[in-house]
């Protein structure tokens, strides 16, 4: 039995097809597969694959063999990673994090900070809702992480900046017409909040509003702000979020700067028990980049 027998097989039970595999997977000939799984089945000793109405699926040995199939070749793939890492040179690991759409605004200047150690590091780069960059960062999965100062998390962090909430709206609502639209013009108007896993970003908009003498009921909580959009497009909502998603929006919603907005910290927080040389190297240079 060799590694191309379970490879054949598990194409041919995911497309359903020994043609479609054979053709846009495997790229060999119908016949010659049929002839790999003849031989994987003799070796195995009971039928893996039967024709039905639905094409060719997997029998009850199939279904069985199959997962252990599976298995093998993820262990085989990584034996072959951990070969070739083995023969390279260590590299020391830089883990960063990202509140999700702020990579594309910081991500370049972080990399900026690091270029000195490029050649001898492994940067990854995630991103992620404020509260889950905590989290990891605490567990020491994430070196840094571009986030919300978030309570309850034994770190430190630095305010890098400061981004003012704004208004979002469909392309063609009546207050694009305004330069500058307040919180009470979005009283009778369906209401997109933030869902309550950006802690920090719900608490400043609900005391915003509060402050505002605004009492509205959200119509939908969301915490992706790609469905906030979403759901602002199609509902013909109104939302409020932080300025630096204005660089993702599609052509069907669009923005108004809020008069006397709340001010959000923008921060960069990190473990005191991290003793990383890279973490501190990063953080001076982010320091003299930052004042």
Known sequence: MELRHLRYLIAVAETGSLTEAAEKRLHTSQPSLSRQIRDLEDQVGVALLTRSARGVVLTEAGKAFIDHARLAL????????????????????????????????????????????????????????????????????????????????????????????????????????RKVVEPKDMVGEPYVAMGNKARVLRAVIDDYLARSGVDIEPAQDVDNPAMVMSLVASTRGLALIPAYIQDLMP????????????????????????????????????????S
């Not at 709340?262 to 991290?274: E, H, K, T």
């Not at 190297?281 to 003299?288: G, I, K, M, P, Q």
């Open 251 to 290: 052509w069907s919603v669009t923005s108004r700067p809020l008069k006397n907005p709340p001010m959000l910290d923008l921060v960069v927080g990190y473990s005191r028990s991290n003793t990383s040389p890279i973490l501190e190297e990063f953080l001076s240079r982010l320091n003299s980049a930052t």
């Open 74 to 177: 993820l262990q085989v793939d990584a034996a072959v990673e951990a070969a070739r890492r083995a023969a390279q040179p260590t590299k020391r690991r830089f883990a960063l994090g990202f509140l999700t759409g702020l990579e594309m605004k910081w991500l370049p200047r972080a990399m900026q900070l690091l270029h000195q150690d490029l050649a001898t590091i492994d940067v990854t780069v995630s991103s992620d809702y404020s509260p889950d960059l905590a989290d990891a960062v605490a567990r020491g999965r994430l070196d840094v992480a571009f986030m919300r100062a978030e309570p309850g998390h034994d770190l430190e962090y630095r305010v890098i900046g400061q981004e003012a909430l704004v208004m979002l709206m469909p392309s063609d609502h009546r207050l694009t017409k």
